[in-house]
Nanobody
Framework: QLQLVESGGGVVQAGGSLTLSCKGS????????MGWYRQNPGEQRELVAV???????NYAESVKGRFTISSDNAKNTVYLQMNSLKPEDTAVYFC??????????WGQGTQVTVSS
């Protein structure tokens, strides 16, 4: 079993920055990929960014150039640095992990609110 705990959400003004963290309860060496998704009420959960072995990254078009995903294997943690935030970035952000054995895990979510 792998538990993911997110932190770093909050309220920020448009143009501001936030950094989300996702800490895994086990070594992320068992992980094939980790990513961040976001969701608003009544909408589908959408991929924001993903980092895969051996360190390749992919981003949603809407966040390219503004968000950066990174990992610290020693701390079993993945980060999402969010810059130049826009009101449309407001959502609950979820951490996701896909293990090498094909299991999916989700964090509990952290709210990000960007005020105009």
């Amino acid at each position: 079993q792998l538990q993911l705990v997110e932190s770093g959400g909050g309220v920020v003004q448009a143009g501001g920055s936030l950094t989300l963290s996702c800490k895994g309860s086990r070594s992320i060496e068992i992980i094939k990929s980790m990513g961040w998704y976001r969701q608003n009420p009544g909408e589908q959960r959408e991929l924001v960014a993903v980092i895969s072995r051996p360190g390749s990254t992919n981003y949603a078009e809407s966040v390219k150039g503004r968000f950066t995903i990174s990992s610290d294997n020693a701390k079993n943690t993945v980060y999402l640095q969010m810059n130049s935030l826009k009101p449309e970035d407001t959502a609950v952000y979820f951490c996701h992990a896909l293990t090498l054995t094909g299991l999916n895990y989700w964090g509990q979510g952290t709210q990000v609110t960007v005020s105009s």
